[in-house]
């Protein structure tokens, strides 16, 4: 009778239950790894041809067709920067799962269509994204020291790192997942020379299980390559498309893994600018040599989609200069920001098939779009007439110190005495 039960039992777990430990079981799992000046998958030479996107910028309900158009356009991974920011509202408080912000989906999806994936969380990512990515709470204490081994800096740091890398560990590729790196940091080179802090961020990770190679990304610049990089992990830079700039990653680590982590085949747009168009005949040839040299590459980006809500950054190269950059994060990108293909797209396509030895994927069908029907405004009330109660403060403070990290801050004074005059502002920052 017991026999019997247990037959029974493991048949309707088979039958029913066994979904997910099915899939466990078919899970295949490779290893990637550096070595030799470049990448190898399961110990075969592996070119990684890379295409970007970011979560962040493209509802869910688009992500497969998005990946599905980078890989027929002849790319084998998917890259991508997850916003600090975008994840941690407050000191904490950290959402992983809803919308946008689903990120073990969106890691599923890559996976699901067979592509793998170049982790890039940060903390820092510029990525023309509101402070880089980084937690605006940051801000609300006056003296801190962002990217560095300011105390109250790194423990934030290290709140966020317990929370993404156990889903960044359950997806490695040793685990049968789809990532087969992880960037430290950003561009450092340009920001900053703390080594102990480099060196504490890779260690961070390795110390909270992540287990794939590293690689850092910085300009093929010599000060920013010595003060960005580090031994043992992957070179990327930003961008490369010539001997002479992969060379110069080699002379500060010559037996380094060294690839294009960001190739551009369009570019940003702030506000009051013309719409950025770099040129197709520039891609295609950088394209070319990087496949005729063999060298992995990143599209940085394929796809650029929206900044949505107040999530654009801005830049402010020198005192007096504020660039914002606007809504739409199109980028002049080879998908455009409605997720169609471009003639950029089609002639990279057209590139990378020659270079293939198997035809590329089909292109998917774009998604639908709709129409909305004329709709008349009528003036309901103004803003001034619903303003929240003011707060008192004696001199102004920047936003962040009252709690309000988007959005827009109106600050108002009486003028005593002097009422005539000119008001400066001498820096403005996002």
């Given at each position: 009778?017991?026999?019997?039960?247990?037959?029974?039992?493991m048949?309707?777990?088979?039958l029913t239950?066994?979904?997910?430990?099915?899939q466990?079981?078919?899970?295949?799992?490779?290893?990637?790894?550096l070595?030799d000046?470049?990448?190898?998958?399961?110990?075969?030479?592996?070119q990684?041809i890379?295409?970007?996107?970011?979560?962040?910028?493209?509802?869910?309900?688009?992500?497969?067709?998005?990946?599905?158009?980078?890989?027929?356009m002849?790319?084998?991974?998917?890259?991508?920067y997850i916003m600090?920011?975008?994840?941690?509202?407050?000191?904490?408080?950290?959402?992983?799962?809803?919308?946008?912000?689903?990120?073990?989906?969106?890691?599923?999806?890559?996976?699901?269509?067979?592509?793998?994936?170049?982790?890039r969380?940060g903390p820092?990512?510029?990525?023309?994204?509101?402070?880089?990515?980084?937690?605006?709470?940051?801000?609300?204490?006056?003296?801190?020291?962002?990217r560095c081994?300011?105390?109250?800096?790194?423990?934030?740091?290290?709140r966020?790192v317990?929370?993404?890398?156990p889903i960044i560990?359950?997806?490695?590729?040793?685990?049968?997942?789809?990532?087969?790196?992880?960037?430290?940091?950003n561009?450092?080179?340009s920001?900053?020379?703390?080594?102990v802090?480099?060196?504490?961020?890779?260690?961070?990770?390795?110390?909270?299980?992540?287990?794939?190679?590293?690689?850092?990304?910085?300009?093929?610049?010599?000060?920013?390559?010595?003060?960005g990089t580090?031994?043992?992990?992957?070179?990327?830079?930003?961008?490369?498309?010539?001997?002479?700039e992969?060379?110069?990653?080699?002379?500060?680590?010559?037996?380094a893994?060294?690839?294009?982590?960001?190739?551009?085949?369009?570019?940003?747009?702030?506000?009051?600018?013309?719409?950025?168009?770099p040129?197709?005949e520039?891609i295609?040839?950088?394209?070319?040599w990087?496949?005729?040299?063999?060298?992995?590459f990143?599209?940085?980006?394929?796809?650029?989609?929206?900044?949505?809500?107040?999530?654009a950054?801005?830049?402010?190269?020198?005192?007096?200069?504020?660039q914002?950059?606007?809504?739409s994060?199109d980028?002049?990108?080879?998908?455009?920001?409605?997720?169609?293909?471009?003639p950029?797209?089609?002639?990279?396509?057209?590139?990378?098939?020659?270079?293939?030895?198997k035809?590329?994927a089909?292109?998917?069908?774009?998604i639908?779009?709709?129409?909305?029907?004329?709709?008349?405004?009528?003036?309901?009330?103004?803003?001034?007439d619903?303003?929240?109660?003011?707060?008192?403060?004696?001199q102004?403070?920047p936003?962040e110190?009252?709690?309000?990290?988007?959005?827009?801050?109106l600050?108002?004074?009486k003028?005593?005495?002097?009422?005539?005059g000119?008001?400066?502002?001498?820096?403005?920052?996002?």
């Amino acid at each position: 009778m017991k026999k019997k039960l247990f037959t029974f039992l493991m048949t309707l777990i088979l039958l029913t239950g066994s979904g997910t430990w099915a899939q466990a079981q078919t899970k295949s799992t490779h290893i990637f790894r550096l070595g030799d000046n470049q990448f190898w998958l399961d110990d075969k030479p592996f070119q990684i041809i890379s295409g970007e996107i970011h979560p962040s910028r493209i509802p869910a309900e688009y992500w497969k067709q998005r990946i599905q158009m980078i890989k027929a356009m002849g790319c084998n991974t998917v890259a991508c920067y997850i916003m600090w920011n975008y994840h941690e509202s407050e000191p904490g408080v950290f959402d992983f799962q809803t919308g946008n912000k689903n990120l073990e989906k969106f890691i599923q999806t890559v996976q699901d269509e067979g592509m793998f994936l170049l982790f890039r969380p940060g903390p820092y990512v510029c990525g023309e994204w509101d402070f880089g990515g980084l937690p605006p709470y940051l801000l609300s204490i006056p003296d801190i020291k962002i990217r560095c081994m300011d105390t109250r800096y790194t423990a934030a740091v290290e709140r966020y790192v317990d929370k993404i890398a156990p889903i960044i560990k359950k997806y490695e590729i040793t685990n049968g997942g789809p990532i087969i790196m992880v960037q430290v940091e950003n561009e450092y080179g340009s920001y900053g020379n703390d080594r102990v802090y480099m060196k504490w961020m890779h260690d961070l990770w390795r110390d909270k299980g992540i287990e794939v190679p590293f690689y850092t990304a910085d300009g093929a610049t010599p000060y920013m390559l010595e003060a960005g990089t580090l031994p043992g992990v992957a070179i990327g830079l930003d961008p490369a498309a010539s001997k002479a700039e992969f060379d110069e990653a080699l002379k500060v680590h010559p037996d380094a893994s060294v690839f294009c982590s960001e190739l551009y085949p369009g570019w940003l747009t702030h506000w009051r600018e013309e719409w950025q168009h770099p040129s197709i005949e520039k891609i295609t040839t950088d394209v070319k040599w990087l496949l005729d040299n063999g060298k992995s590459f990143n599209y940085y980006v394929i796809h650029g989609g929206t900044n949505f809500g107040f999530w654009a950054g801005a830049n402010s190269p020198q005192p007096g200069t504020y660039q914002p950059d606007v809504t739409s994060y199109d980028y002049d990108a080879p998908i455009n920001e409605m997720g169609q293909a471009t003639p950029k797209y089609m002639a990279l396509r057209e590139l990378t098939q020659k270079y293939s030895k198997k035809k590329l994927a089909p292109i998917p069908d774009p998604i639908p779009t709709i129409t909305f029907p004329a709709t008349e405004t009528k003036r309901y009330t103004s803003i001034w007439d619903n303003l929240p109660a003011a707060k008192q403060i004696v001199q102004p403070v920047p936003m962040e110190m009252m709690k309000q990290y988007e959005g827009m801050i109106l600050y108002r004074t009486k003028l005593i005495g002097h009422k005539s005059g000119k008001l400066r502002v001498d820096e403005v920052h996002d």
